[in-house]
């Protein structure tokens, strides 16, 4: 491949060094403006020989391979504090995400910064008028220049192209009519801050909460932010504070990550779930006046959050691709938080519930059953259809992530079980936690228990109505899945309650005859009581003893 003025004593030198001594003195002015190149490259190819070609021009390079991809975010923040040049190529099929997708973090995480130094590489055509369309989306975003490449040629070539396009890039910012500003603090290489330790205490408080090491995430997360205090961080913080149940702690994060950033909604919405989460531990201890002083909060929270979103969308009505994906989801996280039903305060119940109505309604573009989406932010929408008594809409949702996350199946099946219990659908509920214990889950007691009542309840429903034989049905399937020590014998008195009803009295001594070898001491059990049928057909099991019968 011959590359420009190729001749003399340059042409006999591998392809890569004559690159890399062609364009050295070409580049000399961008590498004085950019200290170092950071190749967030996700074609291997690609990456490692740009990484060859600049590093034999001098410059110091950066590199983030394919492994590194879930913490980019982080990378290219601590890049542009370096002051490096950013080259991003970005596959589009990683995770469902695109470009676009990152971008818009980008800016939702520091809005208030410039991504003047990045340059999106793409392996299209540029006159391709997507790619041109995607070209005009990404001036929103702050970025100045983006490379378009030959697709499927040899990495060679793009990287010459890639060498080209810096050419032109440091040419467009030379014929700026204004000198290039300074970028804010936030991504200058300031003196005295160790980026390396930074990055190193954000890499490692983001790996414990991924594995639910919430405490030593907050350890982290605080040893960056004594290094320099970001609203993001705070945010990251905040959470695991949360996850901790530590609630104090999280709303001061997340109320200082608010004062950084101004008319960002995140940290108001958090500020909400934060709130109700402390109406329910005061509620818990009976402090009624100081969780009263909680919902009113939390609601002044979760309006101005939403108040927020609104103002944003409608300043974004013309260009929608700036506003973050899904730009409710936090929200929609609170609102779920939010369920103060049976707590004594009606009126704030009701207003939460037209707000989740509203905020469900205006989310309703996205299809919430798509793996596009994260499995928290689908099962928080689900818990609001259910709580809305949507049910099938939940149901959906909720099925759509087993299908591809069945080690979700817990999370998922609990919270909708506990929601159609709350809405009176016990023997949805029922069906639910059966379902559920097909599968090997932690905590099986639990479920066990929690499939009980619902079961129970079911039976009684069934009873009310006349449909003895259904509750039958149900008394078994709870029977099959309990232990003795579970309290077996008081549904197996219930069990011959129903065929008391039945007036089938063999049967329904025979169930109270195994209650009675499991609890002898039943008869005089203070809960006995309840079950005045029984009671008569305890004299006549102690009559027939007496006489020898049985």
């Not at 190749?39 to 600049?54: K, P, T, W, Y």
């Not at 609102?335 to 989740?356: C, P, S, T, Y």
Request: charged share 30%; hydrophobic share 40%; glycine share 6%.
């Amino acid at each position: 491949m011959a590359i420009p003025g190729d001749t003399g004593a340059h042409r006999y030198l591998p392809y890569k060094q004559k690159l890399a001594l062609t364009y050295k003195e070409k580049l000399a002015p961008l590498k004085k403006r950019y200290s170092a190149v950071a190749l967030a490259v996700a074609d291997e190819g690609l990456r490692e020989n740009l990484n060859d070609v600049l590093t034999a021009m001098g410059w110091r390079v950066h590199k983030s391979g394919e492994d590194e991809r879930r913490n980019l975010i982080d990378h290219i923040l601590a890049w542009q504090m370096r002051k490096c040049l950013v080259l991003l190529h970005y596959r589009p099929s990683s995770q469902g995400e695109t470009v676009l997708n990152l971008f818009r973090t980008l800016k939702a995480r520091a809005p208030q910064y410039s991504n003047e130094g990045i340059i999106p590489l793409f392996l299209a055509s540029a006159a391709s008028n997507k790619q041109q369309e995607i070209f005009r989306v990404l001036g929103h975003f702050g970025i100045t220049y983006a490379s378009f490449l030959t697709p499927l040629v040899h990495a060679d070539q793009n990287v010459k192209e890639t060498l080209d396009d810096m050419v032109h890039f440091m040419d467009l910012l030379d014929r700026k009519e204004r000198p290039r500003a300074e970028n804010p603090d936030g991504f200058r290489a300031e003196e005295g801050l160790d980026v390396e330790k930074y990055v190193g205490l954000l890499d490692e408080g983001d790996t414990h909460m991924r594995e639910g090491r919430f405490e030593e995430a907050v350890a982290a997360y605080t040893g960056a932010i004594e290094l320099k205090p970001q609203f993001d961080i705070l945010i990251k913080r905040g959470d695991a504070y949360y996850k901790e149940r530590l609630f104090p702690d999280a709303l001061q994060d997340y109320r200082d990550a608010a004062r950084l950033t101004a008319n960002a909604p995140d940290p108001f919405a958090k500020v909400g779930a934060c709130c109700f989460a402390m109406v329910k531990e005061s509620a818990r201890l009976g402090d009624t006046k100081k969780a009263a002083t909680w919902v009113a909060k939390g609601m002044a929270a979760l309006s101005a959050a939403e108040e927020m979103i609104d103002r944003i969308e409608k300043e974004y009505a013309d260009a929608p691709e700036r506003l973050p994906d899904n730009p409710r989801k936090t929200l929609v996280a609170a609102l779920a938080e939010a369920d103060i039903r049976g707590l004594g305060f009606e009126e704030e119940a009701r207003k939460i519930a037209d707000a989740q109505t509203r905020v469900l309604a205006k989310s309703g573009n996205l299809d919430f059953a798509s793996d596009d989406l994260s499995v928290e932010v689908r099962i928080e929408r689900a818990t609001l259809l259910a709580r809305l008594g949507q049910y099938d809409e939940a149901e959906r949702i909720y099925r759509s992530i087993i299908r591809t996350n069945e080690k979700e199946v817990g999370p998922v099946f609990n919270n909708f079980a506990v929601e159609l219990r709350k809405g009176g659908q016990f023997g949805k509920a029922f069906e639910i936690y059966l379902e559920l214990l097909k599968y090997d889950i932690p905590d099986r007691e639990i479920v066990v228990r929690n499939m009980r009542t619902a079961g129970l309840r079911y039976a009684q429903q069934l009873r009310d109505d006349w449909k003895h034989e259904e509750a039958v049905a149900v008394y078994k399937n709870v029977l099959v899945y309990m232990r003795k020590s579970d309290g077996m014998e008081w549904v197996l008195c219930e069990f011959a309650m129903t065929h008391i009803e039945m007036q089938d009295q063999a049967s329904a001594a025979a169930k109270f005859v195994e209650a009675i070898y499991i609890n002898p001491g039943l008869l005089t059990n203070e809960k006995f009581s309840d079950y005045a049928d029984l009671a008569s057909i305890a004299q006549e099991i102690v009559k027939k003893i007496t006489k020898g019968a049985l």
